[in-house]
């Protein structure tokens, strides 16, 4: 029986050794797995904040781009105004009207008609011709009457 052990304890030993060693690197390896883990879930974090802050530098950029597009484009279009007094005579009375009239316009190319606003200046009663047989068109009194109807509220 003891020569059965001799032969069978190196197998024994060899076979425990073996189990230990397998442990240890095992532990080893999951050790080692753990840390690779921790690295790659800070690299995705580092990758994912790196994306983020791309991102918004992409957005930031076309926003800035967009600004500076609208600010050239502004920059082309005018306004184009002019005025003129514009004098009539209806029923003896005398109107003066200040016509102001714009446009909008890319550079030189225009973009609409013009736009026209009248704005009323003066109204007075205007001399009247009288006819050949020496009677008036219209009395003074009544040119008084119709001025002061008109600007009766």
């Not at 003891?2 to 189990?19: D, I, K, R």
């Not at 999951?30 to 994912?48: H, Y």
């Not at 008609?113 to 009663?125: D, N």
């Amino acid at each position: 029986m003891a020569e059965v052990l001799w032969f069978v304890f190196p197998f024994v030993v060899a076979l425990g050794s073996g189990v230990l060693s397998f442990i240890v690197a095992h532990a080893r390896m999951e050790v080692t797995t753990a840390r690779q883990r921790e690295e790659l879930v800070e690299a995705r974090a580092s990758i994912a904040h790196h994306h983020k802050a791309t991102e918004e530098k992409i957005k930031a950029a076309e926003a800035e781009a967009r600004r500076k597009a609208l600010d050239e484009f502004l920059a082309d279009v005018k306004v184009e105004e002019r005025h003129y007094v514009r004098r009539f005579k209806r029923l003896g009375l005398e109107q003066k009207t200040l016509v102001l009239q714009e446009r909008i316009c890319f550079r030189n190319i225009p973009l609409c008609q013009w736009i026209e606003r009248e704005l009323p200046v003066e109204e007075t009663a205007a001399s009247l011709p009288e006819a050949d047989s020496g009677t008036a068109y219209l009395a003074k009194s009544s040119i008084r009457a119709a001025i002061a109807s008109r600007n009766a509220p």
